[in-house]
């Protein structure tokens, strides 16, 4: 395994992988989520390249990008064991010199939910995950359907910018009590670890009504709504039933629907989503 920090040195390695090329883009502090889409790259793919770089440009001023958790060595051994070719590691001036002046914006499906939660998230989303396909030019990106507004916006970008590289998004890990795995699950306190269940529950609870035959969108928000202040340290930002494609709120639930939710428990923004 080889472990990268300069775009020259990348495009210069990349030029002797044998093809196809498998990327996972990751910021790092690997866990099973991480290590589902680079297994499965790992399967699909001549060569693989996995990614470590916590993009500034996606967090906002008052978001956690200072304190991100970090374990490099525990992330090298861990992709060494997955047997990853190389490890793509730039520093943030690598990526971002003084005089870079240039972004990617994709309208519509980003204005809503986390968009409109973190004004200017997918704008650094979109800038760095195109930076990384032109630095390596895989044949495949994996993506976590864990961030599923994130799918849709890349997918968006590959489509309109006729970006020649197939996206494939995987399903979302989940720890034994349905909790999405996140590198952000550990700021939760013990406390806020058990509140956190709901986040899962009031997705299953969106699933049963629809498998019932509730197909009202807004029943389902609400009922979902309702169920989350029950736990003590939980606050909603956003319940939404969409459609899967254009992230647009349904009246009517007609399949495949996106529902997804943006929960604070105590300090910390857990999101997350089923498709109906
Ligand atoms: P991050 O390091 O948070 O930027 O995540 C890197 C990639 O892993 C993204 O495509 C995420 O959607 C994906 N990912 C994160 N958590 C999970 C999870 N629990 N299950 C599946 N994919 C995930």
């Given at each position: 395994m080889k472990v990268v920090e300069t775009i020259d040195e990348m495009r210069q390695l990349r030029q002797r992988l044998a093809e196809p090329v498998g990327l996972v883009p990751t910021m790092g502090y690997l866990h099973e989520g991480h290590l589902s889409l680079v297994r499965q790259a790992r399967v699909e793919n001549q060569s693989l390249v996995v990614s470590i770089f916590v993009n500034?440009?996606?967090?906002?001023?008052?978001?956690?990008f200072k304190q991100y958790p970090h374990n490099p060595q525990r992330d090298l051994a861990l992709l060494e064991k997955d047997k990853t070719d190389i490890v793509f590691m730039p520093s943030t001036d690598e990526m971002y010199p003084p005089q870079f002046s240039s972004w990617v914006e994709i309208e519509k499906v980003t204005e809503r939910l986390e968009g409109a939660s973190r004004p200017g998230h997918f704008r650094g989303v979109a800038t760095v995950v195109a930076k990384l396909f032109n630095i390596v030019q895989p044949t495949r990106a994996y993506f976590g359907q864990k961030d599923a507004q994130q799918a849709v916006v890349i997918k968006k970008m590959v489509a309109d910018l006729n970006m020649n590289v197939e996206i494939v998004i995987l399903p979302t890990v989940r720890e034994p009590d349905g909790l999405a795995i996140s590198?952000?699950?550990?700021?939760?306190?013990p406390e806020e670890r058990q509140a956190a269940t709901v986040v899962y529950q009031a997705l299953c609870l969106a699933q049963e009504l629809w498998s019932q035959g509730e197909t009202n969108a807004q029943t389902i928000r609400q009922q979902m709504t309702d169920l989350?202040?029950?736990?003590?340290l939980a606050t909603i930002d956003y319940v939404s039933v969409a459609d899967?494609?254009?992230?647009q709120e349904l009246d009517k639930v007609e399949s495949p629907a996106l529902v997804s939710l943006a929960v604070k428990i105590g300090r910390t923004r857990l999101i997350d989503n089923v498709v109906l």
């Open positions: 500034p440009t996606q967090f906002g001023p008052q978001e956690d590198s952000r699950n550990i700021y939760l306190n989350i202040p029950k736990k003590p899967a494609e254009t992230l």
